[in-house]
């Protein structure tokens, strides 16, 4: 049972929905990154997302597109970004998600990143823009070494495509709540329940959702609906406007994030 497999038995057991953080790791300097993931922890996230900074993000918009370009900048590789784990995990437990694209990780070699994660303390992987068609040497490679493999869900998935990532998924399926890039949005698009409902008709496993989720109001929403939220280019847009006070901006956003989710179950 991996850290995020327990994550998620523990908040069924306390009827909780859960807080999931992305950071651009590396950004503002890779030295920075395990700094800011104590920040989120000691906010209140559940989970940590661990983004790999990538040259050609499609899916990402401009803030998190823009905190990749300062975080390669700054020497940050995916090699690099294992490294931060290690660090990470020298003072916590929380669960670890390695983000990345497809690309760094055929370059790096799927039996030496899953080898390479497992050893950093990495609980799971999510490539963004894998197709699940054509995932099944990578989900083999990882689950050889317990590692979860969390697959997107999108609006415009087919039902064959759902089942595909159910059955390809572990540890959690990542709902995208609309069509289209990251990036914060002034309310949560209204294909996102009908994916949720769409999405439990295929499997049992915890469902997250992310993409445009950046306000207490938009966490309160979901919050009933789903296991956990996902909060991003809020963080990373917070991370860059302020870097003196880096940690305080991150602790800031989600304390009342976290909030509003105690308030919306209770």
Request: charged share 25%; proline share 5%.
């Amino acid at each position: 049972m991996t850290r995020i497999t327990e994550l998620f038995t523990r908040l069924k057991r306390e009827q909780r929905c859960g807080m999931v953080a992305y950071l651009t790791a590396g950004d503002p300097s890779p030295e920075a990154t395990p700094g800011l993931v104590a920040a989120l922890e000691r906010g209140g996230a559940d989970l940590i997302e661990l983004g790999v900074p990538f040259s050609d993000p499609v899916g990402d918009g401009p803030v998190i597109q823009q905190a990749g370009d300062r975080a390669i900048a700054a020497g940050t590789t995916l090699a690099k970004v294992l490294q931060m784990a290690v660090e990470i995990r020298k003072t916590s437990e929380i669960p670890l998600l390695l983000f990345t694209y497809l690309n760094p990780a055929l370059r790096y070699g799927f039996l030496r990143l899953s080898r390479d994660a497992k050893a950093a303390g990495i609980d799971g992987c999510l490539l963004i823009d894998v197709s699940v068609e054509e995932a099944s040497e990578y989900v083999k490679v990882m689950r050889e070494q317990e590692l979860d493999t969390v697959f997107l869900a999108a609006p415009t998935s087919t039902d064959e495509r759902l089942k595909l990532v159910a059955e390809y998924s572990s540890g959690f399926v990542y709902m995208v709540s609309r069509t289209g890039i990251t990036g914060e949005q002034s309310s949560i698009a209204d294909s996102a329940l009908p994916l949720i409902e769409r999405m439990r008709a295929f499997t049992d496993l915890p469902l997250a959702m992310g993409f445009g989720v950046s306000k207490p109001e938009h966490v309160a929403a979901l919050a009933g609906h789903v296991d956990a939220v996902v909060v991003g280019s809020a963080i990373v847009r917070q991370i860059h406007e302020d870097p003196a006070k880096l940690e305080a901006f991150v602790r800031d956003l989600t304390l009342p994030l976290r909030d509003s989710l105690k308030a919306a179950i209770s």
